[in-house]
């Protein structure tokens, strides 16, 4: 790849609201994800409740994350596609829709579980939530392994996702990372 295309794929950036909601989504992700993974094998005690309502927590606040995000994206036209082989523009694309779906499905349905299986969300301990779903024994059942398996879903493209990224970093030596850095050129 020449210097000129270096250049151009490196000056066409993100803003920085983007960055950082971006940057933002990620660590909550992340953090749920490491929250629910280690959370749910501990033994009935007060730091697993603990652990249950963080995780909720975060989860609220990956959906307005998203919901921010996707605001965002819908009203400010991010860079142009870096060139290469169109089947990884489509791959791309595709993980990134398939990103955003799975930002909100993976709390909603966290929340109607919880709904469902009878224990409130209170935001941050100030703020209650109304049910998403009726109190239904039956039906958490049925949608707490859907939770799980979005869950798992989403960390698979998170990996692809990164994977890529340091793909176009490292081999291709395309610029394409520092769209996304704070701070980057």
Do not use: C
């Not at 790849?1 to 151009?8: A, C, D, K, R």
């Not at 409740?49 to 927590?57: I, Q, R, S």
């Not at 996707?70 to 829709?97: E, I, S, Y």
């Not at 209650?128 to 698979?156: N, R, S």
């Amino acid at each position: 790849m020449s210097n000129s295309t270096i250049l151009n794929t490196t000056t066409q950036r993100y803003s920085g609201v983007a960055i950082a909601l971006h940057w933002l989504l990620a660590l909550a992700i992340v953090g749920a994800f490491g929250v629910g993974i280690y959370m749910t094998d501990l033994p009935m005690s007060p730091a697993r409740l603990k652990l249950y309502n963080w995780h909720k927590w975060a989860g609220v606040t990956i959906l307005a994350l998203s919901a921010a995000r996707l605001l965002w994206r819908l009203t400010h036209r991010p860079p142009a596609d870096v060139p290469g082989p169109r089947w990884q523009q489509v791959a791309a694309h595709g993980t990134h829709h398939l990103l955003y779906v799975l930002f909100f499905a993976v709390p909603l349905v966290g929340w109607a579980y919880s709904s469902a299986a009878g224990y409130p969300i209170v935001w941050f301990g100030v703020l209650p939530l109304p049910d998403f779903v009726p109190k239904d024994k039956a039906l958490a059942e049925l949608i707490k392994p859907w939770h799980e398996t979005l869950a798992w879903a989403m960390a698979v493209l998170v990996v692809l996702h990164i994977a890529a990224a340091l793909k176009h970093h490292f081999i291709d030596r395309d610029g394409l990372i520092n769209r996304m850095r704070f701070g980057g050129r």
